[in-house]
């Protein structure tokens, strides 16, 4: 199993930014790709960007292309998501998730980081 923990949501104001982490732990000879989402309320869960464990190919979503950035630190098992330029509209739960080597499926999900932007 693959272990996720999120860290460095918070409560910000438009145009700030924010970094998220996410550090994997356990069996992460395992991970395939590392992904972002976000739900925000009484949205569907959305996919914002991810990062190929080995090699480091990213996907970023065209909404948020200009603006939020993803990074990882293998020395770490940490993968990043710098947000500049926060939006009210970025008001989401975060969560990270590994898609598996092994299933090629998100299989471990942390338990998320709340980002609130106030306009």
């Known amino acids: 199993q693959v272990q996720l923990v999120e860290s460095g949501g918070g409560l910000v104001q438009a145009g700030d930014s924010l970094r998220l982490s996410c550090a994997a732990s356990g069996r992460t000879f395992t991970i395939y790709h590392l992904g972002w989402f976000r739900q925000a309320p009484g949205k569907e869960r959305e996919s914002v960007a991810s990062?190929?464990?080995?090699?480091?190919?990213?996907y970023v979503a065209d909404s948020v292309k200009e603006r939020f950035t993803i990074s990882r630190d293998n020395t770490k098992n940490t993968v990043y998501l710098q947000m500049d330029s926060l939006k009210p509209e970025d008001t989401a739960v975060y969560y990270c998730a590994v898609r598996s080597l092994l299933t090629n499926k998100y299989d471990y999900w942390g338990q998320g980081t709340r980002v609130t932007v106030s306009s």
């Open positions: 990062i190929r464990w080995s090699g480091g190919s990213t």
